[in-house]
Structure formats: structure tokens, C-alpha cells
């Protein structure tokens, strides 16, 4: 209702118009607006911002002058002394961290209700490796008991939503009064433990005392999901010391466990870490992980039970499936990065996009600055990933690891920098992390089957990761992508990788780069599962579908819950070191793949070629001439790669009201 030359005479020097009113004001603007750009919004849910120049004057008006530079939005380049106008980017739409503009809070669905304490867990190694449980075959299979005849002590209410599917999130979570646990657990001179998990990336649904000091507990789902039930980190005060406590997770989906060859679970507490600086540590006896006489949807369910007993009266401890790595805890490392002036040089840290839920997914580009502008187009490029998998806490450790070597002042990180533009997304599924999920983003789908979408609005940390790899490719040769994963079957640390069948010469180059693992890291990587094998089944992961761009080194690498198998290390659990160690090697991995001396590469060929004729012969009985394996299949040669356990899809996924706020 405002004329249009009242409209402009009252605006500041950066407004926004709808486009009824750009219709109505373009002659205005032509005569008397000396720069404008367009928002283009092409939906509700997320929103491009494409900057067109239009028109710029430049006889009436000097363009450095005040009246241009009130503004925060323009930033000029300059080329040969004259100055470039340009838009910043949006800083509310897609956030460059930096020190003056921290990073945004964590975005919940608003179903979750959340409690509002800041989790903190010091890093710590233990002073020698921790061993694997010892079966003694004597370990007891508690008897189930009927729920209304236990003591409902902890229950959250995440099971029963208002809607099967996601609707929009908040900072925080959820805003109602917040339902849980109403029994004497709170009080101190009760016997019973005090539970909670409503903390970032906690998952306990349920805790039911059984006995005076036995626990039933029940895991929550993947969110908007009916499975995946793996992950715990919980919580639990009003503890007595000297006490053999028993906890049985009795909603477990997979068939086959870790725990059942030696995997202990972690505990935490903070009065051993404020008294003798001790972190998470492996506990527990009566280890034993089965089927139970319950199921779930037609599906069978299994238990894992485990005693322990706590170091210190009325403590507070946590216990979890692995060493957490929560987004905030990205957040924080990333803040400390781009505090720092030396690496802040060569780490820009940009969002990728938002998640369903609004979250960052941070994309770091890595690489030596300087040169001319041919040097820097002829560097190749190196892509990691990791966390498409939220209950896969392993993966972050390794890709810490990995950006700590990367980022640090050793000759051979600067020689990395200086060959390579590296692009790291650390984490790809923040929701999902944030939530306590397992394998599930928001969408209650699995990311890592779902890499070919062209669902760029439900699957955005994918659909973008997969058109950021587009675009360097169009560029630049890249020489290696792998994703970072956590496995729950096999132990140590492996690869799997894409074995091409049409080009017999390079059948086995895919192989090096993992065998080359295998020599840094002899006591924790292990060259023999590796796996090569391009199943139709895992067609829509990441590293088939990086491999169909044209990366004909792409890779999983999978590092095990448990611990090592091999040489000094043998029947041990990973610790952090351990897992951050993998980083350090993956690096140092990279050079010796792409030493301009061929050397190291020419032994790994002849020592590959010797294990697969190996392989077949032990497999075929017979020899076969590895210059015809153009016709052999793969799958008479090598195992499936599964053992993550993906179960099949939920199908797409079904939002009439996709928002936040």
C-alpha cells in the first residue's frame, strides 16, 4: 500500500522487496539504485541464494564511497586497482564459522525433550591396552522379567510421538514440561540407580529394576524408525560401591555381536576423571550376548548382559556402546581450529548445507595457500568423509586424527597440503548424532543407501556431499575419496573398496592403497578383510557411487568396536589413541600411494598378485591366469562385504510438514 518513491525514500541501503513490488519499481531502481541483486526462493524449506548484478552506476556516484560501505552485505575484490562489487554470503543462511560469529546451537526435533546439562568427557588413555573379556562359560542368562511385576524407574516417552515421522525442530528440543523417571531413584537414601539419557546423542528408552540390584533396559529406536537398536550412552547416579550391579539390554536386533568374542562396554566416571584423571575405560564380567524369547514385528530380539561394579559411592558415571563424539563436540574442535591463526591460513571451514533439522554439515577445504593460479588448478584432490553413520563414534576419533596430522607443522603434513586440496566433510549426519541414532538420519532412512537420491530436500547432507565431489571433478583429478565407519562384527580396521572387471590392467589397483595400510598399521589394520566386491545391494553408498563419478580409488574404511587381533596387540580393545592413530597412517598411507616413486606400488603389485593366485587356489583348487580375470567374478573369489547389518530401506520418506523453528 506504499507508493513506490515513498517505499525507497524510507528503505536503508539494503532491502528486500517481494516481487510485486519489483514489478512495480524497476523504472524508479533503473534511474536512481546504483546496485541490486535478487534473492531467488525457490521453496520454504531450503533457500538458494543466486546473486545477479543487474546494474551498477558509476558516473554519478564513487562506488568506495560512505554510502556504499554502510553496508555489511557488499564486499569488494579487487582487479587492477579498480574495485569489484559483490554480495556477501548470507551469514543467517549458510554460516561461515568464524571467531567473531560463533557456531549456531544444536537443533533437536521438537518431540525430544531435552535435559539442559553440558556433557563433558576428558580424552584419556589407559597406560597399557585393555584386554578382551574371557568367556568362562559359566556366564548366566538372566531369567526375563514380566514388566508390570519390575519397577518402571526411567522411561521416556520418544516411543509414542505425535507423528511416525519428522515435523520440524527447535534449539534445544522440545519446550513442554519434560516426562521421565518419577520414582525414589531421586532420592539419596534409595537403593536404586538414578537414570537419564535425554543429553546429546544419549539413547536409553527404558530402565526397569528386576532385582535389588539388576536393571532391564530398553534402547530407543532410530528415530521415526522400528529398528536399529545398537547404541547406548546413558547416565546413571545413586550408585553404592562395592556393589556387583547387573545391566541387560534386552531390545538388541543383530544376530551376531562383538560382545560375544571379548568386547566389553565403556564406563565413565567423573570422580575417577576429577581425582586420578581417568576417562572411559573398558568394564564388566559375565559378558554374554544371545537371543532372547521376545520379538519385535516379527523379528527376533536379543539381550546383552554384563555386571560391573562402580568405583566410588554416589558418583556420577556414564556407560556407552563406544567412546561418544557428539556434534557439539565437532562444534568445539572446529571452533578451535579456526582460532588459530597458523591453521586457519590453510583450513577454510564453510557449511555444505543444513540438515533436515537445520544443523551445519561443515566442509573443510585443506591445502597450502599460495602459488599461481595454474599450480593451485593442478593440484589433486583428496575427499573423507565420515559419520553418515551416527552410532559409528569410531569414525569421528579417526577422522580427528586424521585432521589433527593434517593440520599440524610436521614436514610431511606440510608436503600433503602442499600436493593436495583435501575436502573433509567430518560429519555427514549430524541429526542423526545428535538424537542418539544408530544408523538413521531424520528421515529414518540410512544415508549411505541413499547417495544416488535426487531428493536433494530429504537427503540434503548426501545430495550436496555427492554434487560437491561433481563439481571437483569437473576441475580436477581426484585421486582418493573414503568414508570413515564403524563395524560391529569383525574386529581391527579395514577397507572396502571397487574392483573394476573391465580393465583387466587394473584389476588390482584398488588393492594398493589398502595393502599399503596394512604395513603402517601391522598390529591394527588387516589386509585380509578387505573386501572388493561392487554388490548391487550397496549400490547407493558412497563409495560405489564416488567410485561410478569416476574415483577409481574409493573406499569404506571400517574400524571395529572391539579391538585387534593382530601381532603385540592381539585380544586387546582400541582405545582413542588407537583409533585417532588410524588417521595419522591414513595420511602417511597417502604419500607412500603417491610417492613419485613408484617403488613401494611395483612391490605391493607383485606381492597382490601372489595372494590372489593364492586366494584362487584355495577357492578353485586350481590355478587361473590373472591376465583373463576380466571374465572371472568376483564372487567366486571373495566373500560378501556386508556385516554392517543395513537392513532394507522404510521406503521414502512421507513429511506434510518439513519446517523449523
Not at 560501505?69 to 574495485?83: A, K, N, S, Y
Amino acid at each position: 500500500g506504499i507508493a513506490p518513491m515513498t517505499l525507497w525514500s524510507q528503505m536503508p541501503s539494503i532491502y528486500l522487496l517481494t516481487a510485486q513490488t519489483w514489478r512495480r519499481s524497476q523504472n524508479y531502481i533503473r534511474d536512481n539504485v546504483s546496485f541490486v541483486a535478487v534473492l531467488y526462493i525457490p521453496s520454504k524449506h531450503y533457500i538458494n541464494s543466486i546473486p545477479i548484478f543487474s546494474h551498477v552506476r558509476s558516473s554519478s556516484t564513487d562506488i568506495s564511497s560512505q554510502k556504499y560501505l554502510r553496508t555489511r552485505q557488499l564486499l569488494f575484490d579487487f582487479e587492477g586497482g579498480r574495485p569489484i562489487p559483490r554480495l556477501r554470503e548470507p551469514l543467517d543462511l549458510f554460516t561461515i564459522p568464524s571467531t567473531s560469529s560463533p557456531f549456531q546451537g544444536v537443533r533437536w526435533p521438537v518431540e525430544c525433550k531435552v535435559i539442559c546439562d553440558k556433557i563433558h568427557h576428558i580424552e584419556w588413555d589407559p597406560p597399557e591396552p585393555e584386554p578382551f573379556y574371557q568367556q568362562t562359560g559359566h556366564e548366566r542368562t538372566p531369567m526375563p522379567v514380566e514388566e508390570e511385576k519390575g519397577n518402571i524407574i526411567y522411561c521416556i516417552d520418544s516411543g509414542e510421538m505425535e507423528t511416525s515421522y519428522f515435523t520440524r525442530s527447535r534449539v534445544g528440543g522440545g519446550r513442554e514440561p519434560k516426562k521421565g523417571a518419577t520414582s525414589c531413584a531421586n532420592s539419596q537414601a534409595s537403593s536404586t540407580l538414578s537414570f537419564e539419557s535425554r543429553f546429546e546423542s544419549g539413547n536409553l528408552q527404558k530402565a526397569v529394576q528386576v532385582g535389588v540390584y539388576d536393571y532391564e533396559l530398553t534402547l530407543r529406536n532410530d528415530m521415526y524408525t522400528t529398528k536399529h537398536t545398537q547404541w547406548f550412552y546413558f547416565r546413571v547416579r545413586n550408585m553404592k560401591a562395592g556393589v556387583t550391579y547387573r545391566f541387560t539390554i534386552v531390545n538388541l536386533m543383530k544376530s551376531s555381536s562383538l560382545y560375544e568374542t571379548g568386547m566389553c562396554p565403556l564406563l565413565y566416571s567423573d570422580l575417577a576423571a576429577w581425582l586420578k584423571g581417568e576417562g572411559w575405560r573398558h568394564v564388566g564380567s559375565n559378558i554374554r550376548y544371545y537371543r532372547n524369547d521376545s520379538e519385535k514385528g516379527g523379528k527376533t530380539l536379543y539381550s546383552l548382559t554384563w555386571t560391573l561394579q562402580f568405583p566410588y559411592e554416589n558418583d556420577t558415571c556414564y556407560l556407552a556402546h563406544c567412546y561418544p563424539y557428539t556434534y557439539s563436540n565437532l562444534q568445539c574442535y572446529l571452533h578451535g581450529m579456526i582460532s588459530d591463526p597458523a591453521k586457519a591460513a590453510y583450513c577454510k571451514v564453510r557449511v555444505l548445507c543444513r540438515s533436515l533439522a537445520g544443523n551445519s554439515v561443515y566442509a573443510l577445504t585443506i591445502t597450502a595457500p599460495g602459488g599461481t593460479w595454474q599450480e593451485r588448478r593442478s593440484k589433486r584432490a583428496v575427499v573423507v568423509t565420515a559419520r553418515v553413520h551416527p552410532g559409528e563414534t569410531n569414525g569421528s576419533w579417526m577422522m580427528q586424527g586424521f585432521l589433527d596430522f593434517l593440520l599440524g607443522e610436521s614436514p610431511d603434513a606440510r608436503l600433503l597440503r602442499e600436493t593436495f586440496v583435501f575436502k573433509v566433510v567430518p560429519m555427514l549426519n549430524p541429526d542423526g548424532v545428535v538424537v542418539g541414532n544408530y544408523r538413521c538420519s531424520l528421515t529414518g532412512c540410512d544415508l549411505n543407501r541413499n547417495y544416488r537420491t535426487l531428493l536433494r530436500d530429504f537427503f540434503p547432507c548426501v545430495w550436496y556431499t555427492r554434487n560437491m565431489v561433481k563439481r571437483l571433478l569437473a576441475e580436477r583429478e581426484v585421486v582418493l575419496y573414503c568414508d570413515f565407519h564403524g563395524h560391529s562384527r569383525k574386529n581391527n580396521v579395514f577397507m572396502y573398496g571397487c574392483n573394476d572387471h573391465k580393465d583387466a590392467s587394473l584389476h588390482l589397483q584398488e588393492r594398493i592403497f589398502p595393502l599399503m595400510m596394512s604395513k603402517n598399521a601391522k598390529d591394527k589394520f588387516s589386509f585380509r578383510s578387505c573386501k572388493f566386491k561392487v554388490q548391487k545391494s550397496k549400490e547407493g553408498t558412497g563409495r560405489i557411487v564416488m567410485w561410478r563419478l569416476g574415483i577409481r580409488n574409493s573406499y569404506t574404511m571400517e574400524s571395529t568396536f572391539g579391538g585387534s587381533t593382530l601381532g603385540d596387540r592381539k585380544g586387546t580393545h582400541f582405545s582413542i589413541r588407537d583409533l585417532k592413530s588410524m588417521g595419522y597412517l591414513f595420511c602417511d598411507t597417502l604419500l607412500d600411494f603417491c610417492d613419485p616413486d613408484t617403488t613401494k606400488i611395483a612391490h605391493c603389485l607383485t606381492e597382490l598378485e601372489a595372494l590372489l593366485r593364492q586366494e584362487i587356489r584355495r577357492k578353485l583348487g586350481q590355478d587361473v591366469d590373472l591376465d583373463s580375470l576380466e571374465g572371472l567374478s568376483d564372487i567366486d573369489i571373495e566373500s560378501s562385504t556386508s556385516g554392517s547389518n543395513s537392513t532394507e530401506s522404510d521406503g521414502l520418506p512421507n513429511y506434510n510438514n518439513l519446517y523449523t523453528d
